[in-house]
């Protein structure tokens, strides 16, 4: 039961990406590497880049769809737009600490993340992470993955980890938008060809997002939130299956195998 969910939790998620490709009209679209493109030299000029790799035809085609569309710029609706710190992690204390290697394809690893002590909380406010908060991942192999933060936990972020809190759109829209391939190109455009191997909150500030009619969010942000329950109640469930066995062994199999059917009821988890 447990997988069926979890696999649940997958398809949804990427539902979510799936129909926000196709009311951009780029469902079926594939990104092409050009060898030959002409450029203005007045555009590397605005650009502040001289590499070829950022003026890919495929990139302007990005930005072109959702400039055709009503768009913003993170930079004019962001509310708070910074990198959180690098603390003392301590096995078992209360404060949760998300790091970049939690911020999944799909969702934050939250029952993996690491801890720190009440006193890095107080010291580090402005690293706190709020309900809805869009955290991305800032350095490394995976740079630019974003996830929206949807537990009710006191935690703060790494300093590889940029908290982005925004005003008018959706966060969890917001999230899956910058997750998906209009902004994964986006980021790829901004790292690519050149030195850079970070994404700083001045970049950030620069991605154009599509800002969607409001059932159009709220239908993206619904899957994101059923994905997130569904890949909370797989947990639950393998934690309950584990306890189960311990169970069976302690005791019997009958009296475990009524301890794990009452525990489910107790969750009213459905199964499509």
């Known amino acids: 039961m447990f997988l069926e969910l979890d696999e649940k939790a997958k398809i949804l998620y990427t539902n ?4 926000l490709l196709s009311k951009l009209g780029l469902a079926d679209w594939q990104p092409t590497q050009q060898t030959t493109f002409v450029r203005n030299f007045s555009e590397f ?5 001289l590499d070829a790799e ?3 035809p495929k990139y302007e085609h990005i930005i072109n769809t959702i400039k055709n569309k009503t768009h913003c710029v993170i930079k004019d609706i962001q509310e708070s737009n910074r990198r959180g710190v690098q603390p003392t992690y301590i096995e078992d204390e209360p404060i949760k600490v998300v790091t970049s290697k939690h911020i999944g394809s799909e969702a934050i690893e939250y029952d993996q993340l690491d801890h720190a002590t009440e ?3 107080r010291k580090n406010p402005l690293a706190h992470i709020k309900l809805m908060d869009i955290l991305i991942y800032t350095t490394g192999a995976n740079i630019g993955r974003t996830q929206c933060f949807l537990e009710h936990e006191r935690a703060i972020a790494s300093n590889h980890v940029n ?4 005003r008018e759109l959706n966060p969890v829209y917001t ?3 910058l997750n998906s391939l209009v902004g994964q190109m986006q980021v790829q455009r901004m790292v690519s060809g050149s030195a850079q191997v970070e994404l700083y909150p001045s970049n950030i500030a620069q991605f154009v997002i599509w800002n969607a009619p409001r059932e159009i969010q709220a239908e993206i942000a619904r899957l994101v939130h059923t994905s997130h329950t569904a890949r909370k109640h797989s947990k639950l469930l393998l934690d309950i299956a584990k306890r189960g066995v311990e169970l069976a062994i302690e005791q019997d199999e009958q009296r475990a195998e009524a301890w794990i059917q ?4 107790t969750l009213d988890i459905e199964i499509d």
């Not at 009452?262 to 009821?265: D, G, K, L």
């Open 163 to 166: 908290i982005l809190r925004v």
């Open 45 to 49: 000029l605005h650009a502040d880049r």
């Open 119 to 121: 006193e890095e909380w």
């Open 262 to 265: 009452s525990q489910i009821r």
């Open 54 to 56: 950022y003026f890919q």
């Open 175 to 177: 999230a899956l938008f």
């Open 16 to 19: 979510a990406e799936q129909f």
